[in-house]
C-alpha cells in the first residue's frame, strides 16, 4: 500500500455542548479515556487512535488513523493540538 506525505494547514476545531459540571467533563477530556471512547464510537470517522507519547496531558502525541488517512497530533496544552505529520494510503 502506497503512502503519500500531505502538507495540511489551517485548523480544525468542534463545539460540542456536554451536560455534565465541568469538573466531570475535565476528569475525561484531561485522560486518554477521551481517545478510548472516540475510537469505539462508529459516527466519529476515527479507525484507530494511538499513543505515541504521553499520558493525555500537555505535550501528549496522538495518532489518529480515520478511513484512509492517518494524522499525528501533539497537544500543545490542555486545549491547543497542532498537527504533526499526515498521510493518505492509496
Known amino acids: 500500500m502506497k ?8 485548523q480544525l476545531s468542534h463545539e ?9 467533563a475535565w476528569e475525561l477530556y484531561s485522560t486518554l479515556q ?15 487512535v494511538d499513543v505515541i507519547e504521553g499520558d493525555g496531558g500537555a505535550g ?3 495518532k489518529l488513523t480515520f478511513a484512509g488517512i492517518t494524522k499525528q497530533l501533539k497537544l ?8 504533526v505529520e ?3 494510503c492509496n
Not at 478510548?36 to 479507525?47: C, D, N, Q, R, Y
Open 16 to 24: 460540542l455542548e456536554v451536560n455534565v459540571p465541568a469538573s466531570e
Open 34 to 48: 477521551l481517545a478510548k471512547l472516540v475510537e469505539e464510537e462508529p459516527a466519529s470517522g476515527i479507525e484507530k
Open 3 to 10: 503512502q503519500e506525505k500531505l502538507k495540511l494547514f489551517g
Open 76 to 83: 500543545i496544552d490542555g486545549t491547543h493540538e497542532r498537527l
Open 86 to 88: 499526515a498521510s493518505r
Open 60 to 62: 501528549t502525541i496522538l
